[in-house]
């Protein structure tokens, strides 16, 4: 029986670390995400000279890979600055592995690394708050998360905030936002920040679950850790699957996808207020709503 041909690098003749559409060694397909993800930010103006970013740490595959890739890239720009910031939610048996694994990941790549707790901000854990809530562990983790890391960075003076959102996350995003009619989610996704938002980047949205995935183990940096305890079934992870099957038939349908979702949104920006709502302040933190009181407030207030 004849011995398989090895795979062999495209590039350089090496021994592949991957076959299909990519065909690279390791050393070039590490090269080529770090090239896709600095060709995007450029073509974007994602991030400019003299800026100082703020990057969302969660400590998982992502994050962790987005952090390393934006300080590799650094040399790029001119006096850029990171600040990576880590939210606690306070879980127990689960959040304390994470959270040491982002301060390792800071601390060997320098960068300067702020940890903010459920518990200092709202004055609970994930788990004690939700006992006072008829509300999701998921819908009040998340909208918490997103405040924390808003108020962070107004609070450092920071311009952007860099997530680590990949390419699935923004197609499954945009598929959940079009089967549950989520029309003020799509336009507030295309509308411009108003002075009282950072603006959210996502350096790695070109980047797919694959490819951040295997840079992330061919470098090192990538680590498992259980599941979240509140994880369970949801419309995303279903949205997530439908993709998954249709891309055995149909290659790159959910890039695809999200790049038409993406030019959507373009036509929404520049249609002026297309909702017909504006933005306003908070009554009680001051932050950005629709309403009178931002969601991260009603939730809290809420049976204290």
Same mark, same amino acid.
């Given at each position: 029986?004849?011995?398989?041909?090895?795979?062999?690098?495209?590039?350089?003749?090496?021994?592949?670390?991957?076959?299909?559409?990519?065909?690279?060694?390791?050393?070039?397909?590490?090269?080529?995400?770090?090239?896709?993800?600095?060709?995007?930010?450029?073509?974007?103006?994602?991030?400019?000279?003299?800026?100082?970013?703020?990057?969302?740490?969660?400590?998982?595959?992502?994050?962790?890979?987005?952090?390393?890739?934006?300080?590799?890239?650094?040399?790029?720009?001119?006096?850029?600055?990171?600040?990576?910031?880590?939210?606690?939610?306070?879980?127990?048996?689960?959040?304390?592995?994470?959270?040491?694994?982002?301060?390792?990941?800071?601390?060997?790549?320098?960068?300067?690394? &702020?940890? /903010?707790?459920?518990? +200092? #901000? =709202?004055?609970?854990?994930? !788990?004690? $708050?939700?006992?006072?809530?008829?509300?999701?562990?998921?819908?009040?983790?998340?909208?918490?998360? &997103?405040? /924390?890391?808003?108020? +962070? #960075? =107004?609070?450092?003076?920071? !311009?952007? $905030?860099?997530?680590?959102?990949?390419?699935?996350?923004?197609?499954?995003?945009?598929?959940?936002?079009?089967?549950?009619?989520?029309?003020?989610?799509?336009?507030?996704?295309?509308?411009?920040?108003?002075?009282?938002?950072?603006?959210?980047?996502?350096?790695?949205?070109?980047?797919?679950?694959?490819?951040?995935?295997?840079?992330?183990?061919?470098?090192?940096?990538?680590?498992?850790?259980?599941?979240?305890?509140?994880?369970?079934?949801?419309?995303?992870?279903?949205?997530?699957?439908?993709?998954?099957?249709?891309?055995?038939?149909?290659?790159?349908?959910?890039?695809?996808?999200?790049?038409?979702?993406?030019?959507?949104?373009?036509?929404?920006?520049?249609?002026?207020?297309?909702?017909?709502?504006?933005?306003?302040?908070?009554?009680?933190?001051?932050?950005?709503?629709?309403?009178?009181?931002?969601?991260?407030?009603?939730?809290?207030?809420?049976?204290?």
């Amino acid at each position: 029986m004849a011995a398989e041909t090895p795979l062999l690098c495209k590039t350089c003749g090496a021994n592949a670390v991957s076959g299909g559409e990519y065909l690279l060694c390791t050393t070039h397909f590490c090269e080529m995400v770090e090239k896709k993800v600095r060709t995007h930010i450029a073509d974007q103006n994602l991030i400019l000279d003299n800026e100082h970013i703020a990057v969302a740490l969660s400590g998982g595959k992502d994050s962790t890979v987005l952090l390393y890739i934006l300080s590799k890239i650094l040399p790029y720009f001119e006096r850029v600055k990171l600040t990576a910031i880590t939210v606690d939610e306070g879980i127990p048996n689960y959040r304390e592995q994470t959270l040491a694994y982002a301060q390792e990941v800071a601390n060997f790549l320098n960068i300067e690394h &702020r940890i /903010i707790s459920f518990r +200092e #901000t =709202f004055g609970g854990s994930l !788990p004690s $708050l939700l006992k006072k809530r008829n509300v999701s562990a998921c819908t009040l983790c998340g909208v918490l998360r &997103r405040k /924390i890391l808003e108020q +962070e #960075t =107004f609070s450092i003076a920071v !311009p952007k $905030l860099a997530t680590g959102h990949s390419l699935d996350d923004e197609a499954e995003t945009a598929m959940m936002n079009i089967l549950t009619a989520n029309i003020d989610a799509i336009i507030n996704t295309a509308s411009p920040n108003s002075g009282k938002e950072s603006l959210r980047i996502k350096p790695l949205s070109v980047l797919n679950e694959y490819e951040i995935a295997l840079y992330g183990i061919l470098k090192g940096i990538f680590r498992e850790f259980p599941e979240c305890p509140y994880a369970g079934p949801s419309l995303r992870a279903e949205v997530r699957q439908m993709f998954l099957n249709m891309e055995s038939t149909y290659p790159n349908i959910t890039g695809q996808f999200a790049d038409n979702y993406n030019s959507l949104l373009s036509s929404i920006a520049n249609v002026e207020n297309p909702s017909g709502k504006s933005k306003k302040e908070c009554n009680i933190c001051g932050g950005p709503t629709s309403g009178d009181i931002c969601r991260a407030c009603i939730l809290i207030d809420a049976k204290k």
